[in-house]
């Protein structure tokens, strides 16, 4: 695992555009936008913070915050000198990320979007020879894995609703090596074909996986690619998931707590060896769990639920 490294840049920047809802005629947003860390990084989790300009002292002050990034909607909660919210930056894209903010105010809501700078990390290359069946799926695999990422994504739509259950820091699945980082470009036989949007741990079969955060048991699922997979519903948009299962020791719908046991290691779905491969997403977005590790070690924005 590479730790974030943040350089201390000031963070966001660049006003793409300023609408207006409500009566009130200003011609700047009039809240400091900032994240944690400074520039974040794609493929990751930030805070993104906004609070009251204290030069701005002509005006009211900010009574609720919402937003949307990325195709996601934003969950802000007071934090800090003012509001705060998980963000997840999608792994593929330009050196700015769009967020759409709704500033309430006393008597107005002013619709505003800002662009935050982000960083592009250099994710390494791996190249794997496997038999050709594992790449070329046939109709039939190619509409079962369709079918289980259209469940995988039904999870995250749900974790929008889903009142916030975890907190900061959070606690690793394993504390084995990590074998394999997020973000690498998986080469098979030749032709780049995915990235590896997960963090592996070393295991053995039948070693303990536990659970990142509290959340709630969204999905135990036997998948092609997964194996046998257990999803955790966090809430606030945020879904973690441990794939590659022998067993869950959890069932659906079973609150569970940090550290609290989910399952064991296998080498169930398409794997070359026994391992954990972890997951983490912001709805849609597939993002480094351990972003959000070395995020939560620094937070000082967000109260437990
Ligand atoms: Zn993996």
Known sequence: ???????????????????????????????????????????????LRIEDDPARNDQPGLTDVGGEAAGEPLHFERGGRGFAALIGLPVDGGDTLPVALRLSRTGRVDSTLVGLVVRHPSYPTERLRVPPGMVQY??????????????????????????RLWSAPLTLPRESRITSPFGGAREYNGRVTSRHLGTDFAG???????????????????FYLAGRAVYLDHGAGLVTGYFHLSRASVAEGDTVAAGQRIGAVGRTGRVT???????????????????????GRSDELVARP
């Open 138 to 163: 046939d109709s039939a695999i190619r509409a079962r894995v369709d079918a289980e990422l259209a469940q995988a994504r039904e999870i995250s739509r749900r974790s929008h609703e889903t009142p």
């Open 204 to 222: 053995a079969v039948g070693t303990p996986v536990s659970a990142a955060a509290r959340g709630v048991v969204a999905l135990v699922a036997d």
């Open 273 to 295: 060896g026994p391992h954990l491969h972890w997951i983490m997403r912001y709805g849609g977005i597939s993002v480094d769990p351990m972003t959000l590790v070395e995020l």
């Open 1 to 47: 695992m590479k730790a974030a490294t943040h350089a201390p840049l000031l963070a966001v920047l660049l006003l793409l555009s300023l609408a207006r809802v409500g009566v009130a005629q200003f011609a700047a947003p009039s809240v400091l936008v900032r994240t944690t860390p400074d520039a974040p990084a794609r493929g990751s989790v930030a805070w």
